[in-house]
């Protein structure tokens, strides 16, 4: 049974960092696109950031350029998003996802993402 389940949420005051972690069971990880997602209150889920099944590329999106890394441990299943000078704005629930890397996994289709977390929570006061 596939499993995501994330980590590394909280609160933290702008300018601050985070990083989170997603590790994956029950599926082929190592040949998987994984992505993170995030959802704030009353919004629609968006993507953030995804990376490749060898983590050779990856793809943010324009908000998160510079201050998000993303990357990922195919021996220990695990994939992690570093994020910098946090700003109120990116106050949301945070997903992982893994995907078969189909068409659009790098453009963070949802769609194309399979298996989902169940969230972590992060929080940044100004």
């Known amino acids: 049974q596939a499993q995501l389940v994330e980590s590394g949420g909280g609160s933290v005051q702008a300018g601050g960092s985070l990083t989170l972690s997603c590790t994956a069971s029950?599926?082929?990880?190592?040949?998987?696109?994984m992505g993170w997602f995030r959802q704030a209150a009353g919004k629609e889920r968006e993507g953030v950031a995804s990376?490749?099944?060898?983590?050779?590329?990856?793809y943010y999106s324009d908000p998160e350029k510079g201050r998000f890394t993303i990357s990922r441990d195919n021996a220990d299943k695990m994939v992690f998003l570093q994020m910098n000078s946090l700003e109120p704005e990116d106050t949301a629930m945070y997903f992982c996802?893994?995907?078969?890397?189909?068409?659009?996994?790098?453009?963070?289709?949802?769609?194309?993402?399979?298996?989902w977390g169940q969230g972590t929570q992060v929080t940044v006061s100004s």
């Open positions: 996802a893994a995907s078969s890397c189909g068409v659009g996994w790098s453009q963070l289709r949802q769609s194309v993402y399979g298996y």
């Open positions: 029950g599926f082929d990880f190592s040949n998987s696109c």
């Open positions: 990376i490749s099944d060898g983590a050779v590329s990856s």
